[in-house]
């Protein structure tokens, strides 16, 4: 159990919460069948990849539930293998995993599986661009830290929690490295880090689980 | 103005937009496109140039003019960018570049920041004396009649970048960045702010729709692009199973030779049925519009070939489902299951509006679900947000702290 007096400890470096947007871009290529998804996979940049597997949770591009990422969705509706697309959807993306490593696992999926047909509508292919910006909210503890992702924009926890991590500027999340320099509590940030971003359709139900696990070491 | 925005999207949101903002102060911005009114590039200009005003950027908007030779020109640009195909009036290129030589020496294009909206002012780009140039391109330039696209693709290369509304419109001959930037619909305006139900029911009862039966919608062009013959197969496909009444409603389109044509091909495919409505309503009928979208149990927009199709957004954020083409920017709306359904023929159309007209339920959750969708995606603030976006990162590259 973390005591009162720990929650309320000053850090001795604040954590000053940033938010992003990503505005898409084309990035000029497209994909008809699994073979020219495959090339179209090597060749984008790494913005690319996190666009459609890891934007799509906090983004508004609505996907089905049952599909976390674009790729997963197209080769479901456009090349109609349920499949391929279930292994694809489930693809990992936990720390200290990044673009690349998942790029490199997307590719040897499709390459192993590979299947026939060609779309209707083919697979475009988008990067982005990530505009980063300062929230104004700084937490100066552990207690406004809990309070603050419990409220802030998900576009603030997904700049923290996810971009930066699977862009490979980081190795780990940003709360978990906050915590562990700040209070040295290598559990909380371990068990931050379990989480799978990747797995998640629905931004709120990630912030609960951030919530969920912050209380369990907590009240442990 | 823009904190009455807040309501609808969040201050979350709207914190964030204020706060991208902050990266354009001291920045001028100018907006150049070639008519002041009408069309949906005006109407988007007409909200945005005072919300980005609002928002502390320095920010104009300046017209184009030109002769009737001029747009006569410019139109048979747009027809044949998006059809593929095209008869261009003598000496089109000619008069293209004399009107932006005009153009060019008559505004003062000394901004930091220039949107260039469409191909009609896209020559301007010869004249810049300063800043970055954004060309915003609000039409389907997937498919174009190459004379065309090649004479102005040596325009468009000199932007620092493009704006395209839909992946699908991306070009793999450009190098400049193509920036996504779906349209949107403004929640606060008459054709999509809530209305009472008796104003609903009252311009029903007005043009002889019943508003306690079943109603499918469709609200566009007679032009072929919007199968008005589908839907009215659809339609009579659902009738043999069910009670239901068919309203199309569309305007008269002067400068659509064709309009006539198929309107008339429509009239005659409905026949004598009392229950399919074919309206041609003038144009700014905006409650009207607003009060057959709320009153339809169903929302058809049944396009063959499709550029954005915002009156999609337009039903869903009055909660309806819809039941679209598989074409254009509609998949982009219309999600399976989630928002309504795909489909390219009628007997799939037939199918899924008899399955929504049967449940209900399944019609209040796509309902809810598509104006979630619409508020996220498609409304003005995040239109504004996207601009404000482009324009940063159009003046400088950012990378993460």
Known sequence: MISKELLDKPAQKPFEFEAAYYPPKYAGIKAYTVDELISGIKRVDGLSIFYHIFHPLFSSHVIPEDMHNDFAVWIRDEIHDSRLAQIISDIEGKEPRTVEDVREDLLKILTENKVSGRASRPFYFVSCNPVIFKTGKVARNLGELIDIIATISMRSIAYHFIFKRVMGYTTKNDFSIWIEENYGLKELADSLSSIDPQTYTDEEKLREDLIRKIEEVIFS | ?401
């Not at chain 2, 229950?275 to 041609?280: A, G, R, S, T, V």
């Not at chain 2, 149990?297 to 489902?321: C, D, N, R």
């Not at chain 2, 795909?342 to 209040?364: G, W």
């Open chain 2, 1 to 401: 103005m823009i904190e009455k925005y807040a309501e609808i999207i969040g201050e979350d949101e709207l914190d964030s937009i204020v706060k991208i903002a902050e990266k354009l102060k001291g920045v001028s911005v100018l907006h150049v496109n070639s008519t002041p009114s009408g069309g949906g590039v005006a109407e988007i200009l007409s909200k945005l140039v005072p919300l980005m005003r609002e928002l502390g950027i320095e920010t104009d908007w300046k017209v184009i003019r030109g002769d009737k030779d001029f747009f006569t020109v410019t139109k048979s640009f747009h027809n044949s960018l998006q059809n593929g195909f095209g008869e261009l009036p003598k000496g089109a290129f000619e008069i293209y570049n004399k009107w932006q030589e005009i153009n060019g020496n008559e505004l003062d294009l000394d901004y930091d920041i220039i949107f260039i909206h469409d191909p009609q002012p896209a020559g301007l780009i010869k004249f810049r004396k300063k800043g970055k140039w954004i060309w915003r391109c609000h039409i389907d330039i997937s498919n174009p009649y190459e004379p065309v696209w090649n004479f102005l693709k040596q325009y468009v290369q000199q932007y620092d970048s493009i704006i395209i509304s839909s992946p699908v419109f991306g070009r793999d001959d450009l190098i400049k960045p193509q920036y996504i930037v779906p349209p949107s619909i403004d929640p606060l305006s008459i054709k999509n702010r809530p209305i009472p139900e008796i104003t609903v029911r009252r311009i029903l009862y007005k043009f002889d729709v019943d508003p306690d039966r079943p109603i499918i919608t469709q609200v566009s062009r007679f032009d072929r692009a919007k199968d008005p013959l589908g839907v009215i197969k659809t339609y009579k496909l659902v009738k043999r199973h069910t009670d239901v009444q068919l309203v199309y409603v569309g305007s008269p389109a002067s400068d659509d030779p064709e309009g006539e044509i198929v309107y008339n091909e429509t009239v005659q495919a409905a026949g004598s049925d009392k229950d399919i409505k074919l309206l041609m309503l003038p144009p700014n009928s905006d409650l009207e519009i607003n009060a057959f979208q709320r009153g339809a149990t169903i929302v058809m927009q049944k396009s063959i070939k499709e550029g954005f199709g915002l009156t999609v957004s337009e039903a869903l954020w009055k909660e309806k489902p819809v039941i679209g083409g598989n074409t254009g920017g509609i998949p982009l709306q219309v999600i399976n299951n989630v928002t309504g359904y795909l489909v390219t023929t009628p007997e799939e159309a037939a199918h899924y509006t008899l399955y929504l007209l049967r449940n209900t339920n399944i019609r209040e959750r796509l309902g809810k679900n598509g104006k979630e969708h619409v508020r996220k995606n498609f409304l003005i603030t995040r239109e504004l947000r996207d601009y404000l976006m482009v324009a940063s990162l159009t003046g400088s590259q950012q990378t993460p702290t």
